[in-house]
Every structure is written in structure tokens, then in C-alpha cells.
């Protein structure tokens, strides 16, 4: 069904659409929108874009309830993105954004990389000494308040700079240079996500000998001037998947233990996790999640030095599987893993680090505000955004039981 049809279609819905262009709405999954024209909103057009090459009644459906008015004989969809922000923080910094090039692996093949630290530019904060804590638990948003982000977030298609304090569990893995050299400063090859004042969560790929502390509250990875105030904490242990198979990545999920609590406030806090229903067993295909991070721009191009965020799609995960067998036939696409990106490619794929968050927003119990859920660990990809191979990341609903039994190991 192309775009003639389905609002051919949608011409026949009796119903009067009442939201008028650039108002709040629900998408047909619950998310928080804007009702524009149909031909702006990139997550509608990109859908019927799949639906055209392989028609899909899911996808048909969902872009039926999408329709919020009309105006001018053009339908208006409600087009998935925050609307709204709770006490939004912003930034007068006009710091140059610099890049540093990162290599990708040989082949295509690849885990997403991380920010690489600026030589001439070293970053300096001081690392908190170890305190005895705990015990731990998950944060739930209706108690603790969990992934309550600072920034509005509209649609976002196509990667573009965060805004300072949006992603505030946002963390950065600092390294050891091979060779011991520390007067350079540590470089960043991976991203992770603070689920607790004292746990990271990462990938699994991600942990490595050189790895020795976090970045959190991070902004502009070069910059001292960005507004930001980063916090380094030393790495006190860390938890990789027993069943994380190199060959195959999967259960590509590890969990980080800080020497010490993370001085939580409004630019440091934990992100929720799908612990409760029906968060935790929600199917998520074609919902609309954010990924963050410092990763590259492009297949073995340049990381970006500030924080970017980029909205894509949850895909079907045999579309997923199909392309990538083709090509690398030992991977495995269970219920333990989710694709995200868009068939046609694009760099939308390539903003989020090796390790970083897929973050959906969800609802509160009481319908006044949003707040975030961590679903998804960046895993891996082929050829960043290469048309046809979306991301690939650990579903997090998979392994609540297992970070749950490492929090307070």
C-alpha cells in the first residue's frame, strides 16, 4: 500500500479528527507526539516506505490510528516525539565541535564505537574516593522517579546535538591507552547507562583491562567550557554475561559496579528499567525509542565530540535476521535482542556507542509526565546505517533477573 492508498483510505474514516497542527497527541502505542502533516513526520513517511516494499496490516494499522486532523484535504498524524519537558535545562555554549577519527573493524563488521578523548584538550574532574554502600534495588518511576529526563525532546530523524542535561544517565567508559601513556588522557570507547546511584549497564564486549573508570553528567567529550560538570568515579568491579558468546554476541549485556555512590542530581540520575508490566513482556515493534551517545557519524568516520540523540524504529526481528544471515550466519536473533534503525539506512543508526541506551518514553501512572525505559544496550551493526542492517541491541527485558542478581554481588 503506497501513500495514495492509504489516505484514499483514511478519506473514508467518518470519524472528525479535532487536534489542530503542532498539538500535543498519543500515538496509537501510547507515546507521546505531535500532530503535523503526514509528509513531515520521518517515522510515518519511513513506515509506509517499508510498507510499500512489503506490505505489512501492522504497519497499515498503526498509520490509521495515527491520523489526529486535516487540514486543506492534507491528513495530520500524530507523529511520535516528546512534546512537552519537565524543568528544562539550557545551554549558551558556543564551544567548536571537534571530531576524532575512530576505526571500525575490517569487513563491514562492527561494534559501535565510542568518543576518543582529545590530546590537546584533556578533560579534568576529580574522582570520588570508595564509600561503603547499599543494598540495591531497580528504581521504579513511581517511586524512585527514575529516567525523568531534563530536555524537551521533539522529533528527532536524522541525529542532531543533544541538549545539555537530556540524557542524565548517560555514561562514558574511560580507558587506559595501550600503552600506559596517561598523559594523554584516557580515551572513551565505549558508552553505558546508570541504572542505579552505584551500577552501569553496558555490553558485555565493552569490558576490557584497560577499562578503569565512568564519565557521568558528560556533555562536550573535548570541551571544559560546555556547561557540563563531569564526574569520574573508578570502576570497583565488573559483571559480564556467563553465557556472552564472542562468535555468536549474544547476551552481549554486562553490568559495572562503581567504587562509589554517583552524586545523583538533575544532570546524574538513573534511567528506569522494564521491571513492572506491561512494560516488561510490551511487544515494541515499530515503536520509536531514542538512542544517545558519542559514537561515529559514519562507517569508520569521526566521533562527535557532543552528546547526539536520534529517534529510529523498532523492526521485526526475522526482517533483521534475513539480511544479516546472509552475510554472517553464526549470529543469533532471539527473543534476547532487538533491531533499531530503518531499512533504507542512513547515519540514524550510527549516533548511539557500543554499550549506550534505546530509551522509549512511557507514560506515568497518573498521565502527568513522561519518563524513560531503558529497552535495548547497543550492540552491534554492519557498515554504521548501511541500508538493510539496522542496529543491533540486548533486549533488557531479557536480563532484569540478571542484573537484579549482580547489584548486590
Known sequence: MNLGEVFSLIALISIAKVAGQNDACYTPDGQPGICIFYINCDIIVRLLTLNSQKRDPNIESYVLQSICGNRDLSQMVCCPGLRFSQDTITTSTTTTRATTTTAASSGGFFFFSGPSSSASNPITTTLLPPQPQGPYKLPINSVDRCGMSNASHSRVVGGMDAQLGAWPWMAALGYRSSNYDLTTGPVYLCGGTLITARHVLTAAHCIQNLLYFVRLGEYDITSNNDGASPVDIYVEKSFVHEQYNERTIQNDVALIRLQSNAPLSDAIKPICLPVEEPMHSRDVTYYSPFIAGWGTTSFRGPTASR??????????????????????????????????????????????????????????????????????IVSYGYECAKAGFPGVYAKVSAYIPWIESKLNA
Do not use: H, R
Not at 532487538?338 to 549516533?351: I, N, R, T, V, Y
Open 307 to 376: 552528546l547526539q540523540e536520534v529517534q529510529v524504529i523498532v523492526l521485526p526481528i526475522d526482517q533483521c535476521a534475513f539480511n544479516y544471515k546472509l552475510y554472517f550466519p553464526d549470529q543469533v536473533f532471539d527473543d534476547k535482542v532487538l533491531c533499531a534503525g530503518f531499512p533504507q539506512g542512513g547515519k540514524d543508526s550510527c549516533q548511539g556507542d557500543s554499550g549506550g541506551p534505546l530509551m522509549l518514553p512511557q507514560l506515568s501512572n497518573n498521565g502527568q509526565y513522561y519518563y524513560f525505559n531503558l529497552i535495548g
